[in-house]
């Protein structure tokens, strides 16, 4: 069993900045790729951000491209998500994923493990 932990979650003024972080732990680490989903009140869990283990490639939703960067450090098993240039929109609670089922990586259904969730709230 793998274990998912976020952290850096909080409330930022739009325009302001958060660093999301997610460590994984447990089971020997065998998952492609991590990722980043959100998901606000009353809305569907959607798509942020991937990265790729082998050679760090790089999926964006085109509501945050541009302004969010995820990075990796395989060796800590750790993803980052930077987010700058926040608005109210990106309020959300923010989820880690892994155990990638290596097919459609922008869909929620096709990760296997996933974090507690980290809130994150741009004030307007």
């Known amino acids: 069993q793998v274990q998912l932990v976020e952290s850096g979650g909080g409330l930022v003024q739009a325009g302001g900045s958060l660093r999301l972080s997610c460590a994984a732990s447990g089971r020997t680490f065998s998952s492609d790729a991590m990722g980043w989903f959100r998901q606000a009140p009353g809305k569907v869990r959607e798509f942020v951000a991937a990265i790729l283990w082998t050679g760090g490639y790089t999926y964006y939703a085109d509501s945050v491209k541009g302004r969010f960067t995820i990075s990796r450090d395989n060796a800590k098993n750790t993803v980052v998500l930077q987010m700058n240039s926040l608005k109210p929109e990106d309020t959300a609670v923010y989820y880690c994923?892994?155990?990638?089922?290596?097919?459609?990586?922008?869909?929620?259904?096709?990760?296997?493990?996933w974090g507690q969730g980290t809130q994150v709230t741009v004030s307007s």
């Open positions: 994923a892994t155990d990638w089922k290596n097919i459609e990586i922008r869909k929620a259904s096709r990760w296997g493990s």
